[in-house]
């Protein structure tokens, strides 16, 4: 069952083409991953199903709703959260607050109560393994603790698709690994639909992803199993000029 | 309960002893007016400006708002012989007048961003002026004086009383009642929106936050707030409404440099602020009188530059994790 | 057929005036452009320039025309020390505290020409005659101060399209990393910006005082901080070419919307126009915030 379907979705900025009619569909059950040189459109996309910005042109639906024109505040509560390329907490407020505001205004329902959402915060804290940090003020974490901070944000939005805009970038290698095992187990645990990932990381889009999209300037350029595409010389020549494959390499920005 | 009371202990005390010294010591009791009134100004404008972050410049024209409101009850209706209910009928009138400019402009210009909700509120008190004199709406230019309606209500003993006492009084009710909805507010859903829409809009719209909505609630209660004490710091208190002096640019800049000097978005920030600021004015009054904003205005500069946090909200920081920290937000 | 004859000279005047008030505004939006600040104390430098016009006559016998150098410098010093004061520590810093600060700037400013030279409202007149247009009579002075503004605001062109600081001012608009990367000193675009944008207020306040024969006083800004902010959204904030032509539509919806509520009985035209220029700021906004000229 298609849980979200891009139909040749466009967004300009000005004389720059930065999502150029890219379509999409993500099942019920999907990992996909989603790569693509800097400034390819990848940030851009995601902004653009959670409703940052409305596409030019195209359509977007969200199991069968056309949600195009829908405001993202409203999109939210039917199902999609992301997470921030580079984080925004609210920086005065303290982490368990910020992952609080997530479980208030997700998808739980207007009758979720503050002290419910606090408890579903220390939860998804818990997971993401910021329990000792609960009350410190968000301002005050590490970069990395920031990128968990904005994956139990997410999280804790109860989403059926859950957007990740580049969680692993900055973690060392062992790190990276763990994130993306608790990804993996949290998306079959909480019966998240689906998950996309955007990373720069090939080794955790090559470990959590079955499927993967590489754009390039805006345009999707290929979509497939995630080995074989990673394989393709097309996909290297976009990432570095060279026919090395990414397969062999691993960071993918090299 | 207790979430609630442990905050507002340190701004119910204060009250008390501003009202008890106000009382007891003799020649006190104008001058903690003067001060409550800054205190309670703050309070209303922190509700918008220190929730939200969003600054609106033409803020005086709520107070503007309530002072007419109350203005036209008694021009209107002293002779239907309400008695002392047209005291409510003036302040239901300022809320109405306050609600109703709040939502025409926040249900416009709430929906731009913050510079652009800035420079749109920049028009609003001058635009309410200039339709009052042009279209010489209430008196025009000429203001509204109730006074003699006030002793024809009243009689002259209790309409004295009113002016010189009942109406500081009421002033004191309204601070209370601000603090009180201040807190209950950060303690809701609201609250938390309120937060998450200041401190990042867009991130705040991603996690489903409704801004606008909230937005003009806060507006819309801050708006009501300031009615509330133009009806009675204004025309209750001084007995006429002149537009040039309720439209006066220098309330908005004094609300604004009472929040941001006691920290905006805490409860106890604008009160803190009011007090400091209040008691600076009263002595600049005779010190620099007609200048003041000669000072103020620095002031507001250096705060914004180098003391954005405001003392309650360096306070706020410094505290936290401490055992008192439940007692400060 | 007297109603149109008046409105048609009025629209005259409004263009005339409008070049003016195109020019006042350039300042504004050449500063949110570059530095992402909305001076909402905009309308002070405007009195700044209407005083040093005033005092220049008064005490010289320097006609305004001739001041513009003066204000010129006097724009730049004001501009770069309030940049290096205060504006260099707002860069990057939440939008709040740069709106404060501005508007506590232009306050001060009222403030100190209050203590200095008083609450009153001051005037000259200077006269060299006038011309004939048929529908109206246009003093000469206005009429100088009209082709004054477009010779600036083309000489200001000409300097960004054609000068390397030019380039560079360009560049930072355009992507403000990227510049950096360049190696362009990006806090030193920010401060050359400011203190253009505050020279050309305050040249524009000069040109103004030839339109106001008794109006410079302390607080005579604020109603051009109202103006500048209507033009400067028309021409789309952040594109001075934008409100020098924003200036040009003002200057024509405020002189024709005057005739036009003249003829209503019993009302103060003067305030209302000014009611209407409010209102169109809220309708513009609201409509297309970007501005009429702006782009997406
Ligand atoms: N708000 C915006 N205004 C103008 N241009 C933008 C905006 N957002 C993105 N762009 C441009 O759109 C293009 C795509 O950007 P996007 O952030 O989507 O890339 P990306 O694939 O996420 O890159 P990265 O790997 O570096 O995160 C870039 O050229 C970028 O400069
Ligand atoms: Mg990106």
Known sequence: ?254 | MKKYIQPLLPVLTLYIVLLGAGLSIPGLWQPIAFIMFYVVLGQALNMFLGMTGYVDFGYVAFLGLGAYGMALAFSLFTDDGLGSGIIVVGFLMAVIFSILLSMAVGAIALRLRGAYFAIATIGVSEGFKYLIEGARLWGGSEGIIISSQLRDSFGSEMANYLSTFASDILIFAIGILAAILTVYTLHTRAGYALMALREDEDAAKVMGVNVTKYKVMAFGMSAVFAGLIGASAWTLKLTYVFPEDVFNIIYTVEAIVIVMLGGAGTLAGPVVGGLIYGILRYYLATVLPGFQLLVVAPLLVLIVTVFPDGVVGYIKRKLKGSRFSKYVI | MVFFEQLAGNLLYGIILGAVYGLATMGLSQIFGVLKIVNVGHGAFIMVGAYVAYWMFVLYSVNPILSIPVALVIGLALGLGIFYIVIRRLIGAPELASLLATFGIGIFIEEVAKFFWGPDHRGFSWNIGQVDFGITLIPNTKLLAFFSSVIIALILYMLFQRTRIGAAIRAVVEDREGAMVCGIDVSRIYAMSFGIGIAMTVIGGILLTLFIPVGINPYMGGEYTLKAFVIAVLGGLGSPWGAFIGGFIFGLLENGSYTILGLIPGVEPFSLTRFVAFSALLVILLVKPTGLMGGE
């Open chain 1, 1 to 254: 069952m298609v849980l979200l379907k891009l139909e040749k979705v466009t967004k300009r900025f000005g004389g720059l083409v930065a999502v150029n009619e890219v379509s999409l569909e993500i099942k019920h059950g999907d990992s996909i991953g989603i790569v693509g040189p800097n400034g390819s459109g990848k940030t851009t996309l995601f902004n653009l199903i959670s409703g940052v910005y409305m596409p030019d042109e195209g359509r977007i639906f969200l199991e069968d709703q056309d949600i195009t024109e829908l405001p993202a505040f409203k999109r939210a509560p039917l199902g999609i959260a992301r997470s921030f390329q580079i984080p925004r907490p609210f920086r005065s407020a303290t982490v368990r607050e910020n992952v609080a505001v997530g479980a208030m205004f997700g998808a739980h329902g207007e009758k979720m109560s503050v002290d419910e959402a606090m408890s579903i915060a220390d939860h998804y804290i818990d997971l993401v393994g910021l329990g000792d940090k609960r009350l410190e003020l968000a301002d005050k974490l590490t970069a990395v603790e920031k990128k968990l901070l904005e994956l139990a944000r997410a999280l804790a939005m109860k989403p059926k698709l859950l957007l990740l805009d580049e969680v692993v970038a900055g973690m060392n290698p062992n790190d990276v690994d763990k994130i993306v095992s608790l990804i993996k187990k949290i998306k079959e645990e909480e019966k998240i639909a689906a998950v996309a990932m955007v990373e720069h990381v090939i080794p955790a889009v090559m470990k959590f992803a079955e499927r993967v999209m590489v754009m390039n300037e805006g345009k999707k350029m290929v979509e497939g199993a995630t080995m074989e595409v990673l394989k393709m010389k097309e996909v290297a020549e976009v990432y570095f000029g060279t026919s090395q494959t990414i397969g062999e390499s691993g960071d993918a920005r090299g």
